[in-house]
C-alpha cells in the first residue's frame, strides 16, 4: 500500500512540475537556514565539553575597583593556582596556561631562510596533556613538557615545518622577545574548532622560567593578578560553591584584596560568557534561534497553503476513492505519504544548500567548525529531529484538509470555501509579511548605523595614515628606522604612538587631592609630531614645543574628569611619583569604538629618539600623501624595514581600516539580516502566491461572469489585488511598533547612534507592497485572459 502511494505522490510530482518545484523550493530554503544556524548554535554551545573533566574544570576571576572603574581580570599570577591548591583540599589539580600575546617568528634550523609569523603560542605545565582531553598523534603525555625548551607542534605545524619528516627530537626556532631552539617532543592532533584553548605551539612553563622576562610575566608570588589563565580541577563539580566561598575569605583574611572579588567559573562558560572580548557570538545566538523557527514555520505554512490550494485538482479523486470505500484515515495516510516524500526532498535538498552555503556563513562569522563536528552524532540527532518534525506538521494539514471533502460535493468538481481554512491561510500570510517587514526595517536601521559609524566626524583624519607595528627586536635602530620613512618623498608626515589607533591603550591612575585618593584616565604614550600626524585638532594650543619628558597633553574630557580650571595649560598632574606638565589640550576624539562614549585621556609625550619606543615596542603612524602609488610606496616600506629587522615579517594596518574593524560584529549581523530579510521576501511571496491561486480559483466563475458583462482585465487586477492588500497593510502596521521597539533597544548599545527615522517604514512597507502586487497580479491576469466559456460552462 505505503508502495502504491509513493508511486501516485511520485506521479502527481511530475504531472505539476511548476507547483511542485516551488513547494519543494520553498521548504528546502527555510530547511537549509534552519541546518545552518542549528548546527552553528550546537557549536557555540558545545564548547569545551569534549574534555573529559570538563563538568569539574573552573576557573577563577576577580574584579577590582581602581579609581572609580571595575576592572575584571580574567588571567592570574603564575603562584595563584598552587597556593589556592594547597589551602583548599577539595581542589584536586590545576593547571597553567599563559597565551603569548603577539605572533612569535619560527624557523626550521635545517631551513634558516623559511622564516614565518605564527599565532597561538601557549605556554603550559608540564601534564597539560592528561588534564585536558587534546589528542596526542605523538610521544607520551607525561613526558612532552616537563623539560625546559620542549614543544609540542600541532599537526599542522609539524607539517610545514618538517613535511612528511618524524619531527621528534628535532629542533626548531622560536622567536619571542629573544630567539631559543626548541627540541620537538610531541604532534598534537590540530586544536579542535570548539575549544576555547587555541595552540599551534605549546611549550613549557619551565621555558618561560628560563627565559629573563620571565619575572615580567610571572609576576609575586602571591594569589595576584597576572598573565596566566589558571584552570581547577575539582573533586566534584559540586564542590564549586563551597571553593568561591573560600576564594572570598581568602581575600579578605589578606588586606592587600580589600576591593576585589572573587568568581569561578565552569569550564564551558569561558567561549560565551567569560573570553571577556567579541560578545558577537553571545548576542547571535539570541538572535538567530528566533530566525531559524521564523523562517522554518514560513516555509511549512507555505508548503501546507500551496500543498492544500492546489486542492480542486484532487476533489474527484478523493471523492472517488471515498466512494469506493476508502476511509479517511486511509486518505490522510496517503497525503501523508505525499507529504513525506516531499518533505524527504525538501530536506535533501535543504542539507546540500547548507552544505554549500556553509563557507560563506562562517566567513561571515569568522569562524571555523571543524568537518568532524558537522558529522558528529548530536548533529546527526539534530539532523534526523528536525527531519521528523518537518514529516509531522508539514503532512498534517493537507492530509486533514483534502482527507475531509465531502464526495457528493467533490464529484462535481468543486470544493467548500472552508476546506481550504481561507481564514487560517490570511492569518499566515499577514504573519508572514509582517515576519518580512520587521526584518526588512532591522536591516534598513542596521545599515544606516553603520553608515553613521564610518562617516561621523570622529575628530581624528583617518585618511591616508598607515600604521606599522614595530617590536622590542629592532634595538636602537627605531629612530634611524623612523627617520629613513620619513625621508620618503610620499610620506607627508611620520609619528609614534605606543598602540596602533583604535588598537589599545594603557589606565592610568592620577592623584588626587589625598593619598588615597586617584582617578584612573586612558593614556596613551606617543610623540610630538603624533598630534599634527593623525589630524587632532587643539581646544588649547601649546605655547612651548612638544619636546621635553615629562609633558601631557589631555583632552576636553580630562579636564571635567580631573576638575581643572577652564585652561589648564601648564599645570601639572601627578601619578605616583611622577609630575607631568599639561601642555595642551586636545579636541575630544573617538580613540576606541563609537559604541562607547568618549572618555577622559592624557597623551603622554615621549620624544621620538629616546630608549623607552626601542624597549616596549611600538607603531609607527605615517600619513601618505595624495595620489600616492601605494604597492610601490608599501614595496619601499618593506625593504627599509627588513634592513632593520630581517626575522619578523613586514605587518602594516590603514587606520580606516582599524576603525572599521571595530564594527565587525554589527557588519557580521548587517550582511547575515539582509539574506535573512531576502529569505523571508522569498516565502512571503510563495506563502501569498499560494493563498492568491486557491482564493482566486474559487472566484473563477465570478471572474467569468464579470468578463461578460465588459469588465476590464485592469478592474479585474484590482479587485483581486486590494483583498490581499489590505493583509500586506495590516502586515505593515503590526511590524512597524515591533520593528521600532527592537531597533530601539539595540541601538542603546551605541553611545553615538541615528535616529531612526519615519521613511526606514514607508521603504520598507513600499517593498513589501510592490511584491505583493507582482505577485497577486500574475494570478489575477491569468484568471483574467482565461476563456470565461471553460468557466460558466455547467457542472
Given at each position: 500500500?505505503?508502495?502504491?502511494?509513493?508511486?501516485?505522490?511520485?506521479?502527481?510530482?511530475?504531472?505539476?512540475?511548476?507547483?511542485?518545484?516551488?513547494?519543494?523550493?520553498?521548504?528546502?530554503?527555510?530547511?537549509?537556514?534552519?541546518?545552518?544556524?542549528?548546527?552553528?548554535?550546537?557549536?557555540e554551545t558545545?564548547?569545551?565539553?569534549?574534555?573529559?573533566?570538563?563538568?569539574?574544570?573552573?576557573?577563577?576571576?576577580?574584579?577590582?575597583?581602581?579609581?572609580?572603574?571595575?576592572?575584571?581580570?580574567?588571567?592570574?599570577?603564575?603562584?595563584?593556582?598552587?597556593?589556592?591548591?594547597?589551602?583548599?583540599?577539595?581542589?584536586?589539580?590545576?593547571?597553567?596556561?599563559?597565551?603569548?600575546?603577539?605572533?612569535?617568528?619560527?624557523?626550521?634550523?635545517?631551513?634558516?631562510?623559511?622564516?614565518?609569523?605564527?599565532?597561538?603560542?601557549?605556554?603550559?605545565?608540564?601534564?597539560?596533556?592528561?588534564?585536558?582531553?587534546?589528542?596526542?598523534?605523538?610521544?607520551?603525555?607525561?613526558?612532552?613538557?616537563?623539560?625546559?625548551?620542549?614543544?609540542?607542534?600541532?599537526?599542522?605545524?609539524?607539517?610545514?615545518?618538517?613535511g612528511t619528516e618524524n619531527p621528534i627530537g628535532k629542533t626548531i626556532v622560536l622567536k619571542t622577545d629573544s630567539a631559543f631552539t626548541y627540541m620537538v617532543t610531541g604532534v598534537a592532533e590540530n586544536c579542535p574548532s570548539n575549544s576555547s584553548i587555541a595552540f599551534n605551539f605549546v611549550?613549557?612553563?619551565?621555558?618561560?622560567?628560563?627565559?629573563?622576562?620571565?619575572?615580567?610575566?610571572?609576576?609575586?608570588?602571591?594569589?595576584?593578578?597576572?598573565?596566566?589563565?589558571?584552570?581547577?580541577?575539582?573533586?566534584?563539580a559540586s564542590d564549586s560553591s563551597a571553593l568561591r566561598k573560600n576564594l572570598d575569605l581568602m581575600a579578605k583574611s589578606d588586606k592587600t584584596f580589600d576591593n576585589v572579588n572573587y568568581s569561578l567559573a565552569p569550564l564551558a562558560d569561558t567561549h560565551l560568557k567569560n573570553n571577556f572580548g567579541d560578545s558577537s557570538n553571545t548576542k547571535y545566538l539570541k538572535i538567530f534561534p528566533l530566525v531559524a523557527i521564523l523562517i522554518l514555520l514560513l516555509a511549512l505554512v507555505n508548503y501546507m497553503s500551496l500543498s492544500t490550494a492546489r486542492a480542486t485538482l484532487r476533489a474527484k479523486e478523493v471523492g472517488v476513492r471515498k466512494v469506493s470505500g476508502a476511509s479517511r484515515k486511509t486518505i490522510a495516510m496517503q497525503f501523508y505519504v505525499e507529504s513525506t516524500l516531499f518533505a524527504t526532498l525538501s530536506f535533501v535538498i535543504g542539507y546540500l544548500?547548507?552544505?554549500?552555503?556553509?563557507?560563506?556563513?562562517?566567513?561571515?562569522?569568522?569562524?571555523?567548525?571543524?568537518?568532524?563536528?558537522?558529522?558528529?552524532?548530536?548533529?546527526?540527532?539534530?539532523?534526523?529531529?528536525?527531519?521528523?518534525?518537518?514529516?509531522?506538521?508539514?503532512?498534517?494539514?493537507?492530509?486533514?484538509?483534502?482527507?475531509?471533502?465531502?464526495?457528493?460535493?467533490?464529484?462535481?468538481?468543486?470544493?467548500?470555501?472552508?476546506?481550504?481554512?481561507?481564514?487560517?491561510?490570511?492569518?499566515?500570510?499577514?504573519?508572514?509579511?509582517?515576519?518580512?517587514?520587521?526584518?526588512?526595517?532591522c536591516g534598513i536601521v542596521i545599515d544606516r548605523q553603520l553608515y553613521f559609524f564610518r562617516h561621523a566626524d570622529t575628530g581624528i583624519n583617518r585618511e591616508n595614515v598607515i600604521m606599522i607595528p614595530v617590536s622590542n627586536s629592532f634595538g636602537t635602530n627605531y629612530p634611524a628606522f623612523?627617520?629613513?620613512?620619513?625621508?620618503?618623498?610620499?610620506?607627508?608626515?611620520?609619528?609614534?604612538?605606543?598602540?596602533?589607533?583604535?588598537?589599545?591603550?594603557?589606565?592610568?591612575?592620577?592623584?588626587?587631592k589625598t593619598k588615597d585618593d586617584y582617578t584612573m584616565i586612558s593614556s596613551l604614550a606617543v610623540d610630538d609630531r603624533f598630534v599634527n600626524t593623525v589630524g587632532l585638532k587643539w581646544k588649547i594650543a601649546p605655547t612651548q614645543p612638544l619636546a621635553g619628558m615629562n609633558q601631557?597633553?589631555?583632552?576636553?574630557?580630562?579636564?571635567?574628569?580631573?576638575?581643572?580650571?577652564?585652561?589648564?595649560?601648564?599645570?601639572?598632574?601627578?601619578?605616583?611619583e611622577q609630575k607631568f606638565k599639561i601642555i595642551g589640550v586636545v579636541k575630544d576624539f573617538n580613540y576606541s569604538s563609537m559604541q562607547s562614549e568618549i572618555t577622559a585621556l592624557g597623551l603622554f609625550i615621549v620624544p621620538g629618539n629616546t630608549p623607552f619606543w626601542s624597549k616596549v615596542g611600538c607603531n609607527l603612524f605615517a600619513r601618505i600623501k595624495p595620489h600616492t602609488n601605494l604597492p610601490t610606496l608599501l614595496n619601499k616600506m618593506q625593504g627599509i624595514y627588513k634592513k632593520y629587522d630581517q626575522d619578523t615579517p613586514f605587518n602594516y594596518t590603514f587606520m580606516d581600516d582599524a576603525f572599521n574593524q571595530q564594527y565587525k560584529a554589527e557588519d557580521r549581523l548587517a550582511s547575515i539580516f539582509s539574506v535573512f530579510t531576502y529569505i523571508t521576501i522569498i516565502l512571503a511571496t510563495l506563502g501569498l502566491f499560494g493563498l492568491a491561486a486557491f482564493t482566486i480559483e474559487q472566484r473563477t466563475k465570478e471572474i467569468g461572469v464579470r468578463k461578460v458583462l465588459g469588465a476590464s482585465l485592469a478592474s479585474i487586477n484590482t479587485l483581486l489585488s486590494v483583498d490581499f492588500l489590505k493583509l500586506v497593510l495590516l502586515a505593515i502596521v503590526i511590524a512597524s511598533p515591533i520593528a521600532w521597539w527592537a531597533m530601539h533597544g539595540w541601538l542603546q548599545d551605541f553611545a553615538y547612534r541615528i535616529t531612526i527615522s519615519w521613511w526606514m517604514f514607508a521603504a520598507a512597507g513600499f517593498i513589501a507592497i510592490i511584491t505583493a502586487v507582482v505577485t497577486v497580479s500574475y494570478h489575477a491576469i491569468k484568471a483574467g485572459i482565461a476563456n470565461p466559456v471553460d468557466s460558466l460552462r455547467s457542472e
Amino acid at each position: 500500500m505505503i508502495f502504491n502511494y509513493l508511486k501516485i505522490a511520485w506521479r502527481n510530482l511530475l504531472k505539476q512540475r511548476l507547483f511542485s518545484l516551488i513547494n519543494i523550493t520553498g521548504l528546502a530554503v527555510g530547511l537549509a537556514v534552519c541546518m545552518t544556524i542549528m548546527m552553528y548554535v550546537a557549536h557555540e554551545t558545545s564548547y569545551d565539553s569534549f574534555h573529559k573533566n570538563a563538568g569539574r574544570i573552573f576557573n577563577p576571576h576577580a574584579s577590582i575597583k581602581v579609581g572609580g572603574n571595575t576592572m575584571n581580570m580574567a588571567f592570574m599570577s603564575y603562584a595563584a593556582a598552587s597556593i589556592i591548591k594547597d589551602k583548599q583540599p577539595i581542589v584536586k589539580d590545576y593547571m597553567r596556561t599563559m597565551a603569548y600575546f603577539k605572533p612569535v617568528v619560527v624557523s626550521n634550523p635545517d631551513k634558516p631562510d623559511a622564516k614565518f609569523s605564527e599565532k597561538n603560542l601557549l605556554f603550559a605545565d608540564a601534564g597539560f596533556f592528561n588534564f585536558f582531553s587534546f589528542k596526542l598523534l605523538s610521544g607520551q603525555a607525561e613526558n612532552v613538557l616537563n623539560k625546559p625548551f620542549t614543544v609540542v607542534l600541532s599537526r599542522d605545524m609539524a607539517a610545514k615545518y618538517f613535511g612528511t619528516e618524524n619531527p621528534i627530537g628535532k629542533t626548531i626556532v622560536l622567536k619571542t622577545d629573544s630567539a631559543f631552539t626548541y627540541m620537538v617532543t610531541g604532534v598534537a592532533e590540530n586544536c579542535p574548532s570548539n575549544s576555547s584553548i587555541a595552540f599551534n605551539f605549546v611549550t613549557s612553563n619551565l621555558s618561560l622560567l628560563k627565559m629573563k622576562e620571565a619575572s615580567d610575566y610571572v609576576g609575586t608570588k602571591e594569589i595576584s593578578f597576572g598573565n596566566f589563565g589558571i584552570y581547577l580541577l575539582l573533586n566534584h563539580a559540586s564542590d564549586s560553591s563551597a571553593l568561591r566561598k573560600n576564594l572570598d575569605l581568602m581575600a579578605k583574611s589578606d588586606k592587600t584584596f580589600d576591593n576585589v572579588n572573587y568568581s569561578l567559573a565552569p569550564l564551558a562558560d569561558t567561549h560565551l560568557k567569560n573570553n571577556f572580548g567579541d560578545s558577537s557570538n553571545t548576542k547571535y545566538l539570541k538572535i538567530f534561534p528566533l530566525v531559524a523557527i521564523l523562517i522554518l514555520l514560513l516555509a511549512l505554512v507555505n508548503y501546507m497553503s500551496l500543498s492544500t490550494a492546489r486542492a480542486t485538482l484532487r476533489a474527484k479523486e478523493v471523492g472517488v476513492r471515498k466512494v469506493s470505500g476508502a476511509s479517511r484515515k486511509t486518505i490522510a495516510m496517503q497525503f501523508y505519504v505525499e507529504s513525506t516524500l516531499f518533505a524527504t526532498l525538501s530536506f535533501v535538498i535543504g542539507y546540500l544548500l547548507c552544505y554549500a552555503f556553509k563557507r560563506w556563513f562562517l566567513n561571515v562569522l569568522q569562524l571555523k567548525i571543524d568537518n568532524s563536528f558537522l558529522y558528529s552524532s548530536q548533529v546527526l540527532l539534530l539532523l534526523s529531529s528536525l527531519l521528523i518534525i518537518t514529516i509531522l506538521i508539514a503532512g498534517s494539514y493537507p492530509s486533514l484538509v483534502l482527507s475531509a471533502f465531502n464526495p457528493v460535493t467533490t464529484l462535481k468538481g468543486k470544493m467548500s470555501k472552508k476546506a481550504g481554512g481561507i481564514t487560517v491561510r490570511k492569518i499566515f500570510t499577514t504573519l508572514q509579511f509582517t515576519i518580512s517587514v520587521v526584518l526588512i526595517i532591522c536591516g534598513i536601521v542596521i545599515d544606516r548605523q553603520l553608515y553613521f559609524f564610518r562617516h561621523a566626524d570622529t575628530g581624528i583624519n583617518r585618511e591616508n595614515v598607515i600604521m606599522i607595528p614595530v617590536s622590542n627586536s629592532f634595538g636602537t635602530n627605531y629612530p634611524a628606522f623612523k627617520k629613513d620613512i620619513q625621508s620618503l618623498s610620499e610620506i607627508e608626515n611620520a609619528a609614534t604612538s605606543r598602540y596602533g589607533m583604535f588598537q589599545g591603550f594603557d589606565m592610568n591612575s592620577i592623584n588626587g587631592k589625598t593619598k588615597d585618593d586617584y582617578t584612573m584616565i586612558s593614556s596613551l604614550a606617543v610623540d610630538d609630531r603624533f598630534v599634527n600626524t593623525v589630524g587632532l585638532k587643539w581646544k588649547i594650543a601649546p605655547t612651548q614645543p612638544l619636546a621635553g619628558m615629562n609633558q601631557v597633553a589631555i583632552n576636553e574630557k580630562a579636564i571635567e574628569k580631573l576638575h581643572l580650571s577652564a585652561n589648564p595649560v601648564g599645570t601639572y598632574i601627578a601619578s605616583g611619583e611622577q609630575k607631568f606638565k599639561i601642555i595642551g589640550v586636545v579636541k575630544d576624539f573617538n580613540y576606541s569604538s563609537m559604541q562607547s562614549e568618549i572618555t577622559a585621556l592624557g597623551l603622554f609625550i615621549v620624544p621620538g629618539n629616546t630608549p623607552f619606543w626601542s624597549k616596549v615596542g611600538c607603531n609607527l603612524f605615517a600619513r601618505i600623501k595624495p595620489h600616492t602609488n601605494l604597492p610601490t610606496l608599501l614595496n619601499k616600506m618593506q625593504g627599509i624595514y627588513k634592513k632593520y629587522d630581517q626575522d619578523t615579517p613586514f605587518n602594516y594596518t590603514f587606520m580606516d581600516d582599524a576603525f572599521n574593524q571595530q564594527y565587525k560584529a554589527e557588519d557580521r549581523l548587517a550582511s547575515i539580516f539582509s539574506v535573512f530579510t531576502y529569505i523571508t521576501i522569498i516565502l512571503a511571496t510563495l506563502g501569498l502566491f499560494g493563498l492568491a491561486a486557491f482564493t482566486i480559483e474559487q472566484r473563477t466563475k465570478e471572474i467569468g461572469v464579470r468578463k461578460v458583462l465588459g469588465a476590464s482585465l485592469a478592474s479585474i487586477n484590482t479587485l483581486l489585488s486590494v483583498d490581499f492588500l489590505k493583509l500586506v497593510l495590516l502586515a505593515i502596521v503590526i511590524a512597524s511598533p515591533i520593528a521600532w521597539w527592537a531597533m530601539h533597544g539595540w541601538l542603546q548599545d551605541f553611545a553615538y547612534r541615528i535616529t531612526i527615522s519615519w521613511w526606514m517604514f514607508a521603504a520598507a512597507g513600499f517593498i513589501a507592497i510592490i511584491t505583493a502586487v507582482v505577485t497577486v497580479s500574475y494570478h489575477a491576469i491569468k484568471a483574467g485572459i482565461a476563456n470565461p466559456v471553460d468557466s460558466l460552462r455547467s457542472e
